[in-house]
């Protein structure tokens, strides 16, 4: 499989693979969603079952299974994500071990499997890349989203780590900060907003006064991995319709 995208069966990463799909490069979803997977199996696309809760150790060793079984890929999308509506002094300590382990710890683990096996492979085009999915709350944190801010905080700053690490094998390292994107995360986050007063307020935060969509994450993200040039590496790409900078 040329291309692996973590959290392939919903959102973002389920886009991604929409659009690697229409580009004609073969894919891999991988997800902790084994009903959808399923579904994806029987309609031909590859699915593999990847909990990124587990520990370290575990999803390592997961990722050395897949290795053997598909072969090194091209290109890695980090897209798996989880939050909960808390802010941090009240998030239990199981909320902070779930959303470490999903959002920072399970990701560090494949992607520094991935890259080591890169390493002793060799090759020298920069045309490998990790294409790393973060948050523009790592950057201006939402309060009752701290717990999943912090962790966001921590996956940039080892995107950054490691784009230097790899960086004399020729292996790209990008991280790409949607803003408000509609995903069915977020559609869980929002589910007792009936009149959806909350979600029009979301929206309006940035100065295109709307919510992003998958579609246009995962336009960026493909662009980065097939299309960019060599030269953008390390890179914090912000995709928020301008919410950072909105005055």
């Known amino acids: 499989m040329d291309a692996w995208v973590l959290g392939g069966t919903s959102g973002i990463g389920a886009a991604i693979i929409e659009r690697l799909r229409g580009r004609g490069i073969p894919s891999l979803a991988i997800s902790n969603d084994k009903d959808t997977g399923r579904r994806l199996a029987s309609s031909g696309q590859p699915f593999e079952f990847l909990d990124l809760s587990q520990s370290g150790v575990d999803v390592s060793r997961r990722t050395i299974d897949l290795l053997a079984q598909y072969g090194l890929p091209r290109y890695v999308f980090m897209s798996a994500g989880l939050t909960r509506e808390e802010a941090v002094l009240e998030t239990c300590a199981e909320d902070w071990l779930l959303l470490a382990n999903v959002n920072l710890l399970g990701v560090v683990q494949l992607c520094n499997r991935i890259a080591r096996a890169w390493q002793v492979d060799g090759e020298n085009a920069w045309d490998r890349q990790i294409v790393i999915l973060g948050s523009v709350n790592a950057m201006r944190p939402l309060p009752s989203q701290g717990a999943y801010s912090i962790m966001k905080a921590g996956l940039h700053a080892y995107a950054k780590c490691l ?46 006064g709307r919510w992003g969509r998958a579609e246009e994450i995962a336009e960026v993200a493909t662009w980065l991995a097939l299309d960019s040039p060599p030269f953008l590496t390390g890179a914090e790409l912000v995709v928020d319709g301008g919410y950072i900078v909105k005055r």
């Open 163 to 208: 784009s230097n690490d790899v960086a004399e094998n020729h292996i790209r390292i990008n991280l790409i900060a949607p803003g408000a994107v509609w995903t069915p995360m977020n559609e869980t986050l929002f589910a007792d907003d009936t009149n959806g007063e909350a979600q029009r307020r979301v929206g309006a935060d940035s100065l295109t």
